[in-house]
């Protein structure tokens, strides 16, 4: 696959333009919280690298992240920029089966010891007889894998924590957890955000480490800030404004899904900002509660999905969700709603619900006692 090829001239042949390339780096940049002036050195690598050698292994999983990879933003520029990596193995989109598939990946973690990036797909079965590929166990091949590489990203909750496969029969776990010793970058999310993925990857080539991590060895500028903080409808919570059921008229003029479950308050993702399908939206502006899918555990942690949160701050310092509306003080707290609003609310979106503030009812003092926020994700205490 464009053996002695450089980036420019797969750029060329592709029919990507400069320019094309150059925006592709700017975002890159920008997703992985560096100055907008680093997109010149990211290009510099990325044009210059020698192509490393990537294993991608899948194991107890949904497939959702490999399908999340083949729709990265930016596809042409991402595409290449993949390929840039020579993928050894990728059962999913690789033409070799069997036996030969197999030592392709034995021979790449033999000869290139300690070199090549791994990336991990689904849950490791730690029972006996779940998931053989080749004859071997998914344990027996991760340890291998993941054991030898310079780097190993687990993609998705469940290679991450075990995901939804640890609440089943086989004993999932995450690879973190199977091969202790091994260098890990996790990817969180139900699937993981293929931006993020991609940055990881250009982060990597372009200064030959890894981006920063958090506690859950997550990539800081992916999972540092909550996604309360970075949402849209965020202004409407402080507002008093929600959505009380499904199909409501808040619901239709975008008002915050606080009440209708969202994990938002707790959660940390840059899910608002990189959005999906390259930048198209995300589910709480297509109208879905956030169910933490980038937290610790969140199957378990978040659930039940479509419960609120208690206590969450709002409205100031010192008052709660729960009793922002409930009260109606007078002609000032509503202009106070109206001005939060107006001042926070950005987008079309905000726009329509400017005149709906004015009417919106006042929020009621808050109790004096420090909000104890439930323990929803493992995330709202520690990000």
């Known amino acids: 696959m464009f053996v002695g090829q450089t980036l420019p001239e797969r750029l060329e042949e592709r029919g990507v333009t400069r320019r094309a390339f150059m925006s ?24 210059n690298v020698r192509r490393p050698v990537l294993i991608w292994r899948e194991f107890q999983d949904c497939a959702g992240n490999s399908e999340s990879i083949l729709r990265s933003p930016h596809p042409d520029v991402a595409q290449l920029v993949l390929e840039t990596l020579a993928w050894n193995y990728h059962e999913l989109i690789m033409a070799g089966a069997g036996e030969q598939a197999e030592a392709m990946s034995t021979q790449a973690v033999r000869d290139l010891k300690g070199e090549y990036i791994a990336v991990i797909e689904g849950a490791i079965p730690t029972g006996e007889g779940f998931c053989t590929i080749g004859g071997r166990s998914a344990l027996d091949l991760v340890r291998e894998v993941a054991g030898n590489a310079k780097a190993t990203l687990a993609v998705g909750a469940c290679a991450w924590d075990g995901g939804l496969v640890a609440l089943g029969p086989t004993g999932g ?87 209708m479950g969202c994990k938002g308050p707790s959660a940390t993702f840059n899910c608002p900002n990189v959005r999906w399908n390259d930048g198209t939206s995300w589910p709480v502006e297509a109208g879905h509660n956030c169910i933490a899918c980038a937290s610790h555990e969140f199957w378990t942690n978040a659930s039940p999905f479509y419960e609120a949160l208690p206590n969450v701050e709002g409205f100031g310092a010192d008052v709660s969700a729960q009793t922002v509306g409930l009260t109606v003080l007078g002609g000032v707290a509503a202009l106070t709603a109206a001005h ?36 929803t994700t493992g995330d709202e205490n520690q990000d």
């Open 24 to 47: 592709f780096c700017g975002v890159m940049a920008a997703t992985l919280a560096l100055p907008a002036s680093y997109r010149t050195a990211i290009a510099e690598a990325l044009m």
């Open 173 to 259: 776990q995450g690879v973190q957890d199977v091969v202790p010793g091994a260098s890990v970058v996790n990817l969180g999310g139900c699937p993981h955000n293929p931006a993020n993925t991609v940055a990881v990857l250009v982060h990597y080539l372009t200064f030959g480490e890894m981006p920063a991590l958090d506690q859950y060895n997550r990539p800081l500028f992916a999972y540092g800030d909550l996604i309360h903080d970075q949402c849209e409808r965020r202004a409407y919570f402080d507002a008093g404004l929600f959505v009380e059921e499904w199909g409501d008229e808040g619901h239709r003029n975008g008002y915050c899904l606080y009440k």
């Open 340 to 375: 939060a609003v107006g001042k926070g609310v950005q987008g079309a979106a905000a726009r329509r619900s400017l005149a709906a503030a004015n009417r919106a009812p006042a929020a009621a003092p808050a109790d004096t006692a420090d909000p104890k926020q439930k323990e």
